[in-house]
């Protein structure tokens, strides 16, 4: 359980209609797997025990009776084990029949949740056999032991601060799925015993089903489908089985065999999705604070989590190359619509950018080519301005020219070498000495020769910077850190380079596109030292660290919150075997002084458009004091330092 991390499961073993010794003895074993692969959460499909087709069958005692041995048997094969099982069978109380998922742990039952909604239409017609467990809450004699039973049970483990619900099959697929109101009440943890049948087309149906329902309650979702063994007579069921969290499918099996998917869910990414949102507040859940739930605790042990799911690199950026192409056009649809409402409502037919030659400057560029055809405004009236200095290379000025050029922009160069020297000699600075003075001087003398040259045409500066630059505080205040109007405010780096891409793609076969990847292929630099022999002297990662750790350690801290030892943690295991121990650990440091000491940039920055689910807007998105300590998170650090050390760890 450590940093919020727990290894869960969901099981479809190859069953026997109604055999309930033969299903007990292959749940057994694979409570036995699970356990050893160190599963603290195993579920089963619905009526597992006895599998789900027995028809009428449900009426006879001797079924019945075998199943509550089978669930006994199950419950005290878990004496001395932490994993909690949910297993489904069908229960007589007090002379009515009900659907349940029965919970145990460690050789004893910790509670009964009967189905909620019982389908009466559906290929079974359960309503024969079963009636539903509505808002019952009581306790139940079980062999000799007082268990609860009820729907509204939340299984509650305080060590992992985790609360788990049960809901039934059908109750997944109604308008209001019970789970809503367990999530309401406190459930991370949504646990689903099923037994849905396959038809053309349904699996992707029941996918989007979890997925999104784990979306709407910030929560975990484990879905376990019935398969092998089930009856054919009229219906095939494909042990369809999924994990969910937060909206995002984290293990999906094959279908039409039986399989146990393990996968770890990370409970502290969930508490911080719900810090942040209201809805799980006491006034919202006034509608539920009438129905009583019950809450069995249980305990387990905190061990260490092996991680065997996928975190990726860039979390800023999708996986899946069809996903990207669809996410940037959505993206760059976004800006060029903020930027479009921007112009009318200035009433703005010019917009002035200072182009260099950079990543940034062209997605800003096209996404103003962009605007400008939305509002069937003549290309002519954007103003690209290039503005070489002591720094600039001869490649990054033609790709510059070129660019200006093939986009059928205004292009004007406006070289500043002259009037940079004039600053420096009137405030008494040293050309020879390149420091921030030297730097500096070259960005804010671009910022006006923009800022004037907008003034002169009656337009406005389109700002270029993007979201790491700003994190990192990695801009010139009052150079190239103002605008009239930033576009990539919001995008991180690793997502402008994908964007520059997607418009690179567009363009195959034509001359937009060569420049467009050589760019791309350039070397990201504010180029404000003289080159070397000709080639960029100054390279920004080799001075703040990789854009692609930085944004990641961005993502992760800005939208979860997460403490500094789990994004270290996070980062090894995404960045294994390209970025060594100890060198994501400078940079995580590097990440955190700069992200606290330069917020002061970004307590004043321009309008922009927000994109993704982090931005650093400080009228809605990040509220941050600009002088704020950073020393809690870089003690973190220095712990994680010295554990590093003792294991031995070296960098790459």
């Not at 878990?78 to 009515?96: H, M």
């Not at 039409?256 to 999705?273: A, G």
């Amino acid at each position: 359980m450590k940093d919020g991390f727990i290894k869960v499961a969901v099981a479809s073993p190859k069953l026997k209609v109604a055999d309930c010794a033969y299903n007990g003895k292959e749940m057994m074993q694979m409570i036995k797997e699970a356990e050893e692969a160190g599963v603290k959460l195993l579920v089963f499909p619905e009526l597992g025990i006895t599998g789900y087709t027995c028809g009428d069958l449900f009426l006879q005692d001797t079924l019945l009776t075998g199943a509550k041995r089978t669930l006994k048997e199950l419950a005290e094969f878990t004496e001395g084990k932490d994993v909690v099982v949910f297993a489904g069978l069908p229960l007589l109380v007090k002379d009515k029949l009900y659907n349940v998922a029965a919970a145990f742990q460690n050789g004893g039952l910790l509670g009964f949740v009967p189905k909620y909604n019982i389908p009466a239409y559906s290929e079974f017609y359960e309503t024969r056999q079963f009636i539903s467990g509505r808002r019952e809450v009581t306790e139940i004699l079980f062999d000799g032991q007082f268990v609860p039973f009820g729907t509204d049970l939340l299984f509650t483990c305080e060590e992992l601060g985790m609360t788990v619900a049960a809901e039934i099959c059908e109750d997944l697929w109604t308008v209001v799925p019970p789970s809503s109101r367990h999530a309401l009440a406190g459930a991370n943890v949504i646990v689903n015993l099923s037994a849905s049948n396959e038809t053309t087309g349904k699996a992707s149906y029941r996918r989007e089903l979890v997925k999104s329902q784990s979306a709407r309650l910030y929560a975990a979702y484990l879905y376990a489908c019935s398969g092998e063994g089930e009856s054919t007579t009229d219906l095939v069921f494909a042990a369809h089985n999924l994990i969910a969290e937060s909206g995002t499918v984290l293990a999906e099996s094959a279908r039409f065999f039986s399989n146990m998917l393990v996968t770890e869910l990370d409970l502290q990414r969930l508490r911080s999705e719900r810090r942040r949102v209201t809805c799980f507040g006491p006034q919202e859940n006034a509608a539920y604070t009438e129905v009583f739930f019950s809450y069995p605790s249980f305990k387990n042990g905190i061990a260490e989590t092996a991680l065997t799911r996928t975190i990726e690199k860039t979390p800023f950026v999708p996986a899946w190359e069809a996903e990207k192409e669809k996410r940037a056009k959505e993206i760059t649809m976004i800006q060029a619509m903020g930027l479009r409402k921007r112009l009318e409502h200035t009433n703005c037919k010019t917009a002035v950018l200072g182009i260099s030659g950079g990543l940034d400057s062209t997605l800003a560029l096209l996404v103003t080519c962009k605007a400008f055809d939305l509002l069937g405004l003549p290309r002519k009236g954007i103003v690209s301005v290039t503005m070489p200095c002591f720094g600039t290379t001869d490649r990054t000025y033609q790709n510059a020219v070129l660019l200006a050029k093939e986009l059928g922009t205004e292009f004007i160069e406006v070289p500043i070498a002259d009037a940079v020297r004039v600053h420096l000699r009137d405030i008494g600075q040293d050309e020879s000495i390149h420091d921030v003075t030297y730097e500096n001087a070259q960005a804010r003398e671009r910022t006006q020769v923009l800022m004037d040259i907008a003034n002169r045409k009656g337009g406005m500066v389109v700002g270029t910077g993007d979201m790491s630059e700003l994190a990192l505080g990695w801009a010139t205040y009052n150079g190239d850190h103002m605008s009239m109007y930033g576009v990539n405010a919001s995008v991180p780096k690793t997502l402008v380079r994908c964007l520059v891409q997607y418009f690179a793609k567009e363009q195959q076969g034509t001359a937009l596109e060569k420049v467009l990847l050589d760019i791309l292929d350039t070397p990201v630099s504010p180029e404000l030292l003289p080159p070397s022999d000709g080639e960029i002297s100054q390279k920004t990662e080799d001075l703040v660290g990789p854009y692609e750790l930085h944004d990641f350690f961005l993502y992760y801290v800005l939208r979860f919150g997460f403490h500094p030892k789990k994004v270290y943690r996070l980062a090894e295991k995404a960045f294994a075997g390209q970025y060594g121990a100890e060198e994501i650990l400078h940079w995580l440091k590097t990440f955190y002084r700069r992200f606290f000491s330069q917020q002061f940039k970004r307590s004043c920055i321009p309008d922009g458009p927000k994109v993704g689910s982090v931005a650093l807007s400080p009228r809605g998105d990040l509220r941050m004091p600009s002088d704020a300590c950073a020393r809690e998170w870089l003690e973190a650090l220095e712990q994680i330092c010295v554990s590093t050390a003792s294991a031995g760890l070296k960098s790459n």
